[in-house]
């Protein structure tokens, strides 16, 4: 685990927990403004009519979980290129929130597309690539999930630690492929998500400890 220099620590220290704070809303938002969307039929938050909610949950919290996957990979560039060492403070929240919307993502097709039937799952799985490439993304963010921890760094050590948690590269990656597979025509979103992906691992490369 990457920890600050202590001159980085002492000065970030009186704004971070209130930035948290403001982040914590930030990362529960699409949780509210879907429920808006499907409970309220968008009048908090002003949305469309939603004429198909298993649609819109697959789609809001597929989306949010890359975004956010993305969003976390970003914290290593910056704090190379532009020295922001701040940003590692904020990592782990961004990560884990990526895999609970991913979670919700992956939920929400067990129960609404196969009612919690397994052999539906494995057929399925099976019989569809881009559905085990997004299978494959989610249970590698598994074990980055539970090891996130402060007394899991410990039990590993920062080496080992830092290894596991190369995997998130994986993981971004086999999401974007999924998003891409499906949409057959290449169309603007995933397309979008796939240069974010190609700039961060190519600024990552570039910027890469000798
Ligand atoms: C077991 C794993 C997964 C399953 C079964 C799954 C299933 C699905 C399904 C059924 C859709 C909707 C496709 C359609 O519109 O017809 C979808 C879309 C999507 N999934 Fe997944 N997914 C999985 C994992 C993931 C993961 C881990 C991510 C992110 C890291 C992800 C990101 C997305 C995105 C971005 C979309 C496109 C949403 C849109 O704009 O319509 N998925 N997925």
Redesign the pocket.
């Known amino acids: 685990m990457a920890t600050l220099p202590p001159s980085v620590g002492r000065r970030s220290r009186n704004w971070i927990p209130g930035a948290k704070g403001v982040l914590w809303i930030g990362l529960l938002a699409p949780v509210f403004i879907l429920g808006d969307r499907i409970f309220l039929f968008g009048r908090l938050t002003g949305g469309d009519f939603v004429d198909d909610p298993v649609?819109l949950i697959?789609?809001w919290?597929?989306?949010t979980?890359?975004i956010l996957?993305l969003v976390g990979l970003a914290s290593t560039p910056l704090r190379r290129l532009m020295g922001w060492h701040w940003t590692i403070r904020f990592r782990r929240l961004v990560g884990l929130f990526?895999f609970f919307?991913?979670t919700l993502?992956?939920v929400s097709?067990?129960v609404f597309?196969h009612q919690l039937a397994l052999n539906p799952i494995i057929e399925?799985?099976l019989e569809r690539n881009?559905?085990l490439v997004?299978?494959l993304?989610?249970?590698l963010?598994i074990p980055l999930a539970l090891t996130s921890t402060s007394g899991w760094i410990r039990r590993l050590g920062g080496k080992k630690w830092n290894r596991l948690h190369q995997l998130v590269y994986p993981?971004?990656a086999?999401?974007?492929l999924?998003?891409l597979w499906?949409t057959k025509l290449l169309e603007r979103?995933?397309v979008l998500?796939s240069a974010a992906l190609v700039l961060l691992l190519g600024v990552r490369w570039l910027v890469r400890k000798k």
């Open positions: 649609e697959q789609h919290t597929g989306n979980a890359l996957l990526a919307y991913a993502h992956v097709w067990f597309d399925d799985v881009w559905i997004g299978m993304s989610w249970l963010l993981v971004a086999l999401g974007v999924h998003f499906q979103d995933p998500y």
